[in-house]
Nanobody
Framework: QVQLVESGGGLVQPGGSLRLSCAAS????????MGWYRQAPGKQRELVAR???????NYADYVKGRFTISRDNAKNTVYLQMNNLKPEDTAVYYC????????WGQGTQVTVSS
């Protein structure tokens, strides 16, 4: 079973930045398209960014130009650099494959507030 461990969240003021990390177990990490998802209170989980095995990236329109997804296959890690954060970015952020597997990590809380 793949283990996913997200980290790097926190409380930040509007306009601030955070860098999320997701460490994944397993020897086949590099072949998967990986994604960052988020779930705000009372809302469904949504995919905000993804990166393919060949490092092609895609973003939800509302994070384009502000978020950057990257991966380090040698470390089995995927990152999400988040800049110019807005209050509406407040959510628990998760990583998973795209499409997602059945197992989710604990996520990391991002709160954007003054």
């Amino acid at each position: 079973q793949v283990q996913l461990v997200e980290s790097g969240g926190g409380l930040v003021q509007p306009g601030g930045s955070l860098r999320l990390s997701c460490a994944a177990s397993g020897s086949t990490f590099s072949i998967y398209t990986m994604g960052w998802y988020r779930q705000a209170p009372g809302k469904q989980r949504e995919l905000v960014a993804r990166i393919s095995s060949s490092e092609i990236t895609n973003y939800a329109d509302y994070v384009k130009g502000r978020f950057t997804i990257s991966r380090d296959n040698a470390k089995n890690t995927v990152y999400l650099q988040m800049n110019n954060l807005k209050p509406e970015d407040t959510a628990v952020y998760y990583c998973n494959t795209v499409p997602p597997g059945s197992h989710w990590g604990q996520g990391t809380q991002v709160t954007v507030s003054s």
